[in-house]
């Protein structure tokens, strides 16, 4: 019964040592955590089913967690919400009649997530919302 309870003992400290790392902080998981941005363009007047849409991120060469680049057209229906990087901070959205290559409407705003970003943390799952 004693070298159970030693047995057990010592698997729970293993498991606490994997989940601290020195200075008391947790360790964070591998597992990308969703970070969705969604993006009205009511006040655009215009049918959301007609417009395409890109996304740039100040000082990121990409910030969109998808295989394409951020110059890939998004349709304002269905890739809405967008999953982009942890911890984006500022987003340039620029809509587009489908089809057209003349901007209807480019915007820059900073991103308030929910909960905020937290640089010395791990990342969590958080929204965002960006109006065009």
């Known amino acids: ?65 998808t295989p394409d680049t951020d110059t890939k057209r998004h349709a304002a229906v269905a890739d809405n919400p967008l999953w982009i990087a942890h911890g984006t901070k500022t987003m340039e959205v620029t809509v587009y009649l489908t089809g057209s290559t003349t901007p209807l409407a480019k915007t820059t705003a900073e991103l308030e997530w929910d909960p905020p970003f937290d640089p010395s943390a791990c990342s969590t799952t958080a929204t965002a919302n960006f109006v065009v």
């Open 1 to 65: 019964m004693l070298e159970k309870s030693w047995g057990a003992l010592c698997l729970a400290g293993v498991v606490v040592a994997g989940t601290v790392t020195g200075c008391g902080h947790q360790a964070c998981d591998s597992m990308l955590r969703r970070t969705d941005v969604s993006i009205d363009f009511s006040r655009l007047g215009t049918s959301w089913e007609n417009l395409e849409y890109t996304v740039n991120c100040p000082g990121k060469e990409s910030c969109v967690y």
